[in-house]
C-alpha cells in the first residue's frame, strides 16, 4: 500500500475544494479562516480553533500539543476526548458544512467515514512546521533531519508537497531472499500487488463488527478477489510467466 501507513490532520474536502494549496500554517495565520473554523467548533467566538486530537493517554496528543508550540500556532488548540466521539462530531459537521481539524491514521475503519477525496481531505503544514526533536527528540518526525512529504495527489491532499507532520510509510511485503530467489513467480506476484487504503479499512470494519476469525478474514479476502477477479488474473498471468 503506497501511503498506507499515515498520521496526520483531515479537514472539509469543501474548504480545500474552495481553498486549493491551504496549509495548516495558512490556517492560523489567516483571521477570516480562523473565524470560519473557530464558529463551528465546542468554544466558538474566541479566537481559538479546536482541533479534534486525541484521547490523553494516546502520546499522538503530546505529538499534537507539541507541534503546535513547534509551529507556533498560537490561534489553535486542541480537544482532548474519546476518539470515536470525536469522529463522530467531525462526521457531522462533513455532513452539515460545518469546517473541522481532526487527527487521525491509516490503515483504520475511521477513513471509512472521512474519507480522504470524498467528504474529507488530508491537510498538509509547511515543511517547516514539522517536528524535527528539538523540544522533545523522540517527537523528532524528520529522516536525516529532513521531512519527508506523503505520496498523495491533490485529489486527497491539501497541498503538494503533503507534508502531514508525521513520517509517512509505504507498507510493503517482506520475504526471504532465498525463499524469492527460488519461487520467481511468487516474487514477481509480490512485486505488483497493491491495495487500496480504503479496502483495508473496509475490512476493518468488518473485523471490528465481530468478524473476526480466521474463517472470516480468508473469507474477506475472497470476496475482495471476487470483486477484483480481471486485476488478479493480470497479476498472476505475469507471475506465472515469470516463473
Same mark, same amino acid.
Given at each position: 500500500?503506497?501511503?498506507?501507513?499515515?498520521?496526520?490532520?483531515?479537514?472539509?474536502?469543501?474548504?480545500?475544494?474552495?481553498?486549493?494549496?491551504?496549509?495548516?500554517?495558512?490556517?492560523?495565520?489567516?483571521?477570516?479562516?480562523?473565524?470560519?473554523?473557530?464558529?463551528?467548533?465546542?468554544?466558538?467566538?474566541?479566537?481559538?480553533?479546536?482541533?479534534?486530537?486525541?484521547?490523553?493517554? /494516546?502520546?499522538?496528543?503530546?505529538?499534537?500539543?507539541?507541534?503546535?508550540?513547534?509551529?507556533?500556532?498560537?490561534?489553535?488548540?486542541?480537544?482532548?476526548?474519546?476518539?470515536?466521539?470525536?469522529?463522530?462530531?467531525?462526521?457531522?459537521?462533513?455532513?452539515?458544512?460545518?469546517?473541522?481539524?481532526?487527527?487521525?491514521?491509516?490503515?483504520?475503519?475511521?477513513?471509512?467515514?472521512?474519507?480522504?477525496?470524498?467528504?474529507?481531505?488530508?491537510?498538509?503544514?509547511?515543511?517547516?512546521?514539522?517536528?524535527?526533536?528539538?523540544?522533545?527528540?523522540?517527537?523528532?518526525?524528520?529522516?536525516?533531519?529532513?521531512?519527508?512529504?506523503?505520496?498523495?495527489?491533490?485529489?486527497?491532499?491539501?497541498?503538494?508537497?503533503?507534508?502531514?507532520?508525521?513520517?509517512?510509510?509505504?507498507?510493503?511485503?517482506?520475504?526471504?531472499?532465498?525463499?524469492?530467489?527460488?519461487?520467481?513467480?511468487?516474487?514477481?506476484?509480490?512485486?505488483?500487488?497493491?491495495?487500496?487504503?480504503?479496502?483495508?479499512?473496509?475490512?476493518?470494519?468488518?473485523?471490528?463488527?465481530?468478524?473476526?476469525?480466521?474463517?472470516?478474514?480468508?473469507?474477506?479476502?475472497?470476496? /475482495?478477489?471476487?470483486?477484483?477477479?480481471?486485476?488478479?488474473?493480470? /497479476?498472476?498471468?505475469?507471475?506465472?510467466?515469470?516463473?
Amino acid at each position: 500500500m503506497m501511503a498506507g501507513g499515515l498520521q496526520g490532520f483531515l479537514t472539509n474536502k469543501s474548504i480545500i475544494d474552495e481553498n486549493p494549496g491551504l496549509t495548516l500554517d495558512q490556517i492560523a495565520s489567516d483571521p477570516d479562516m480562523i473565524a470560519m473554523y473557530d464558529a463551528g467548533d465546542s468554544s466558538p467566538g474566541d479566537g481559538i480553533v479546536q482541533i479534534l486530537g486525541c484521547p490523553e493517554d /494516546w502520546t499522538c496528543d503530546d505529538i499534537i500539543s507539541e507541534n503546535i508550540e513547534f509551529a507556533g500556532w498560537d490561534t489553535f488548540a486542541q480537544t482532548k476526548a474519546g476518539y470515536d466521539a470525536m469522529v463522530a462530531e467531525a462526521v457531522g459537521r462533513a455532513a452539515d458544512g460545518v469546517p473541522f481539524i481532526i487527527y487521525t491514521w491509516t490503515p483504520s475503519a475511521y477513513v471509512t467515514q472521512l474519507i480522504p477525496g470524498d467528504n474529507a481531505m488530508w491537510l498538509a503544514m509547511e515543511a517547516d512546521s514539522v517536528l524535527d526533536g528539538s523540544i522533545t527528540p523522540e517527537f523528532d518526525q524528520r529522516i536525516d533531519g529532513e521531512p519527508l512529504a506523503a505520496a498523495l495527489g491533490s485529489d486527497t491532499c491539501s497541498a503538494d508537497p503533503c507534508y502531514l507532520g508525521w513520517v509517512p510509510a509505504d507498507i510493503q511485503v517482506s520475504a526471504n531472499n532465498e525463499f524469492l530467489a527460488a519461487n520467481p513467480a511468487a516474487a514477481a506476484l509480490l512485486e505488483q500487488v497493491k491495495i487500496s487504503v480504503i479496502d483495508v479499512a473496509l475490512q476493518n470494519v468488518l473485523y471490528d463488527s465481530g468478524e473476526n476469525t480466521t474463517e472470516d478474514v480468508n473469507g474477506h479476502a475472497a470476496d /475482495w478477489i471476487a470483486a477484483n477477479r480481471d486485476q488478479v488474473d493480470e /497479476w498472476l498471468a505475469t507471475a506465472i510467466a515469470a516463473g
